[in-house]
């Protein structure tokens, strides 16, 4: 490898780029291509390898030469969105899918769900490469920046410009067509604006507002991930909720489960498929806020407007029950605020004295009191002379308060 040296003119990656996206433009600043910039600049022999978990020793190089800071070179490719976009690149780890899938419940319910168990999986990563991305962030045929998140069956349309991705062939930035070369970009319906705003917020903010309140990102990639399974569920299985998921498929107009007649994981339908189901998702979405179809699962109220209350990490919300009033602390705080209050009030030190003195009738044990009283900062002058009347009563049941002054 070549010692390291500046790159003076690489552009600036675009908010959410990937790094190949970006690695392919600073190339062509160059003129060069992609593999050469890597090979022979940064000795780094691959270009496979850059959107899912670049080596560390490339990171650094590509740091230095472009002064970038590491971490935000680091979330350009999928290792730097683990754990709250996928919890692991690994795709052996036993039970993957039930926890990232299916420990939270939205549409339908938890209870009588079927357990799915495949050996192999990672959420969101397709089976084949996507080339999806937005007309409109495209324009510029010098300068296209290619999102990572484009690259993942996430999103339908441009948060920015709210019209479809649509395909393409070929290399941004260098020879790229659209698979519909002449259609002009179709706008995005509500629902899918609305969920791809969200997803949106969850990948450059790490949160989302809901109705009911804001949740962390990773809660939301999870929740989007159990709906889209949810409405792939088979309707044996779907119990009292299967108006729920037929209304939901009848809404946007496709057929029920995008014509799935056995279940896969989302991950490997074919890519239309994923659409459809992703459609069907922002659907769902939009009619349990209008409160058309009504969620049976536990999370599923957050969709549902209330006061903003708080965050929520998305663990089950314990019911928090009313602090019981602990009335011996309350009446030593009085106690406290009528010492402090006694300080420069004569009345009040006598109301106090009085009270303290409950049971205590001989000279002595008032002496002892006044003392006490002294040494909490009230002036003797207010109770030297002062000898109370009468016992308090009503306060038979404070046995112990006069031991506490
Ligand atoms: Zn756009």
Known sequence: MKPAARWPLHPAPREGE???????????????????????????????????????ALLT???LRSGIELERLR???????????????????????????????????RRGRKTRSITSWRAWLPSQPIHRACPLCLNDSEDQAILLAWKLPLMLSCPQHGCWLESYSGVPGQFLGWENADAAPRTASDAMVAMDRRTWQALTTGYVELPRRRIHAGLWFRLLRTLLDELNTPLSQCGPCVWSIRHVWACC??????????????????????????????????????SVVRPHGELGALFLSEPHTGFTNG?????????????????VKALNEAIAEARHNCET?????????????????????????????????????????????????????????
């Not at 663990?315 to 009446?331: F, M, Q």
């Open 253 to 290: 107009g496709h057929l029920l489960r995008a014509g799935q007649s056995q279940w896969r994981p989302y991950e490997i339908l074919a890519p239309a498929v994923q659409l459809q189901m992703l459609e069907a998702a922002a659907t769902a979405i939009e009619l349990i806020e209008s």
């Open 349 to 405: 030190a006598r109301s106090l004295f009085t009270l303290a003195s409950y049971g205590r009738r001989d000279p002595e044990s008032l002496d002892r009191l006044r003392d006490t009283f002294a040494q909490e900062g009230i002036p003797p002058e207010f109770l030297s002379h002062y000898v109370p009347r009468e016992p308090f009563a009503f306060l038979s049941m404070n046995d112990g308060l006069s031991d506490k002054i």
């Open 18 to 56: 990937a790094l190949s996206s970006w690695l392919q433009r600073v190339a062509a600043r160059y003129q060069m291509d992609l593999y050469d910039l890597l090979e022979h600049d940064l000795g780094h022999g691959r270009v496979d390898d850059l959107d899912t978990a670049p080596p560390p």
């Open 61 to 63: 190089a590509l740091s």
């Open 75 to 109: 979330c350009m490719s999928f290792a730097g969105w683990v754990p709250w976009l996928l919890d692991s690149l690994d795709s052996r780890i036993p039970d993957a899918l039930e926890t990232y899938a299916f420990q939270f419940s939205l549409l339908l319910p």
């Open 315 to 331: 663990l089950p919300e314990k019911k928090r029950k009313p602090e019981p009033v602990d009335h011996w602390r309350e009446a």
